[in-house]
């Protein structure tokens, strides 16, 4: 996932904001699950149960309470406001565009995440990574088809991208029942990346989806993850 300027917009910001903000982020990763941005580096597996997605927990690492959306919409305002007054002389900077959809997606604010990602593709149709993150976006909106549709593209620019690799499998899973298409994207991800980090991760969620191999194709096995 493209960072340009993430430093600098994070100048304005309280250090109470900021940390706020970092621990809520990480919290939102806990609680969403398996899903990897487009050019992230996969980080460290958590301990899993696809029986039913993780919950979003209450209370920051700090013991004070998460703070409410509309406190996250602000906060997430106050991060991209830098860069959205730098598109005002540079309205169709990809890069800039793709770093505002990202202060969004941090902060679950997905329906305008996707809106600077559609915006950032129209001036770089190519970027797979971008495409992987709207993908996941609208996942998360409730939207298989259109993330699985966003998956397909990013992957016909660079067709052995794990992290779209990656994600499709937990969609194809998750929201459609499509086992055998999930196990066949991981597969291929791990075929054509022998030495993605997180091997074992991915051979462990082709054994629990195989677990739901008699499950009707359509059907979701849990709830999507918030």
């Known amino acids: 996932m493209t960072d340009t ?3 600098n917009s994070s100048e304005q910001w309280t250090s109470a ?17 398996w899903f990897i941005r487009g050019s992230q580096a996969p980080a460290t597996p958590a301990t899993f149960d696809t029986a039913s997605a993780p919950a979003p927990q209450s209370a920051s690492a ?14 997430a305002d106050t991060q991209a406001a830098p ?4 598109l005002k002389s540079d309205p169709n900077n990809a890069e800039l565009l793709a770093s505002v959809g990202n202060v969004y ?52 620019t660079e067709p052995n991208k794990a992290n779209a690799l990656f994600n499709m499998g ?22 054509t990346n022998p030495g993605y980090e997180n091997k074992q991760q991915v051979l462990d969620l082709m054994a629990q989806a195989k677990k739901h191999v008699n499950v009707k194709p359509g059907t979701k096995a849990s709830p999507l993850p918030q």
């Open 5 to 7: 300027n993430r430093t």
């Open 17 to 33: 904001q900021a940390y706020v903000l970092a621990a809520v982020c990480l919290l939102i990763g806990i609680a969403s699950g």
């Open 62 to 75: 700090s013991g004070s309470p998460m703070p409410s959306p509309e406190q996250m919409k602000k906060m």
């Open 83 to 86: 860069l959205v007054e730098k």
């Open 105 to 156: 997606y941090d902060t679950q604010q997905y329906p305008t995440a996707i809106d600077y990602y559609q915006r950032s593709l129209k001036q770089q149709p190519g970027n797979a990574s971008v495409r992987t993150d709207m993908g996941t976006a609208m996942w998360y909106m409730g939207d298989a088809d259109g993330a699985l549709a966003q998956f397909s593209q990013a992957l016909k």
């Open 170 to 191: 937990i969609v194809k899973w998750q929201g459609k029942m499509d086992i055998q298409g999930a196990v066949d994207a991981w597969q291929k991800l791990l075929d």
